[in-house]
Every structure is written in C-alpha cells, then in structure tokens.
C-alpha cells in the first residue's frame, strides 16, 4: 500500500519559493541620476576636506640642536588626523552609493 505524498512532484513550496510581492513604487526610476551627481559633488568636497584636514594633522617643528644643527619633529594632531579618516570614509560610501544610484537610474527604462 503506497501512500500520497504531501507535496507534489516537484517538491515542497516553501516560503522564499513564492513570488515576491511587489510594493507601490518601483526602484528604478530616472531622478536617481541626479541624487547620484549630488553624492559625486559631496563626495569630491569631503576628499578636499579630507586632504585639507589630514595637512592640519601633520605639524613640523624644527628645533635648535647641538652645534648649530637643527633637529626636526613631526607632530600628528590625533584629532584632525581621525577627522580626515572619516571623511574620507565618508566620500567613499557615497562614491558606492552613487555607483548604485546610476545603475538603477540607467535600468530604469527597461522594465
């Protein structure tokens, strides 16, 4: 005596097996070429600021030595150092996030 099994023939239907349903709005759409330029703005303004805050960091002290020499020391200031680390963290999370921005904004006119 065979019994039937549970589920038909190809398989089980599990949950992450059904269509996905589909919100309101769509995310490819043309605008996210201009929030895309914004990011690339901003993130060209933090590596500037970066740079600039990263010279701030960097102090060179020239002190007299024995017999006339001079000896140089190089200070770094901890906090406009982490500054520009971060700032430059920064610009390039928004360079990724302008990346994704195009690429939905260019397959925006096949669905």
Excluded: C, F, H
């Excluded at 914004?38 to 960097?58: D, F, H, Q």
């Amino acid at each position: 005596m065979t019994t039937a099994e549970p589920w038909p023939a190809d398989g089980p239907k599990l949950d992450g097996d059904a269509e996905p349903e589909r919100a309101g709005g769509r995310l490819n759409q043309p605008w996210r070429a201009a929030v895309a330029g914004i990011e690339l703005g901003a993130s060209v303004a933090l590596v500037l600021l970066a740079w600039w805050a990263w010279s701030r960091g960097m102090v060179t002290i020239y002190l007299p030595g024995p017999r006339g020499a001079v000896d140089v020391v190089t200070r770094s200031i901890g906090s406009w150092l982490t500054g520009s680390v971060i700032e430059a963290t920064l610009a390039g999370l928004l360079l990724i996030d302008a990346l994704r921005q195009v690429v939905l904004s260019i397959r925006a006119g096949r669905d």
